[in-house]
């Protein structure tokens, strides 16, 4: 069943679906690129799929259709709940679980139970933000196998950036820290409506066992936001920030004073994590997420 639906653009006009500038929608209609997208995923049989920002339902049929055992499908814009309810309804199994919703209040593991994924293109204005809440998942490993993820390509160069490049950031050292991180493909903003500004880039990231230990995540995100805000400074000037002595704390963590941010390793940033948890003890601070 589902190979008699609706053309998408049907569907679209059908429910008045514009894609609004203010939640970041770029709707996906390439049948071919949706398809692409799913099988990265990999195998889907017996698998729980969460997907973000799913719009008018374009990946979400692709998704059904490589035989996703369910789709969690979380959708803030009401317009669009109709046209996934339609889509609920013509499949009429039950894999597809429509939550009107925003995604960065929604706690998706709370519906999902056994093998899970996530897979999504993401709405531009919180693809970050909900990421970076992904990442920190505790316990880890966490209730995810695997994220396949549709970004601006400048967010995906900054995931995989390694050390040296000009991209390499706190959002690299946090994704690749916890997962592995690997670029797929490139989608043109031709398949998009309306096409954006920027190319789009499929990421996957697969989820490291044993992480290296940081002490706790506070620490690692106090050391990378003190060391990447003033990257053009040696450690020894940019980590004041974090700790008032910082020749202390790299000497522990077995690093070089005169080293800069943009050098430091995935593993050099833990074990300074994990000397700031050491001397700082249970007091350390919260700071701002990854832009």
Known sequence: MGTDLSPLRDVIARHGLTARKSLGQNFLLDLNLTGRIARAAGPLDGVTVVEVGPGPGGLTRALLAEGAARVVAIERDRRCIAALSELADHYGDGRLEVIEGDALAVDAANHVSGPARIVANLPYNIA???LVG????EPWPPWYQSMTLMFQREVAERLAAPPGSKTYGRLGVLAQWRC???ALFDVSPKAFTPPPKV?????????????????????LARVTAAAF????????????AAWPQPEALLERAGIAATERAEQVTVAQFC??????HELSGPDAKEHPEPE
């Not at 992904?134 to 998942?137: F, G, H, K, T």
């Not at 044993?210 to 620490?219: R, Y």
């Not at 805000?229 to 004041?240: D, F, H, I, N, P």
């Open 128 to 130: 970050t933000p909900l």
């Open 134 to 137: 992904w990442l920190r998942a």
């Open 180 to 182: 592995e991180v690997r």
């Open 199 to 219: 190319t789009s880039t499929v990421v996957q990231l697969v989820p490291r066992s044993s992480p290296e230990p940081v002490g706790d995540i506070a620490a």
């Open 229 to 240: 805000g003033q990257r053009r400074k040696m450690l020894r000037s940019s980590l004041k």
């Open 271 to 276: 074990a300074m994590a994990r000397a700031l």
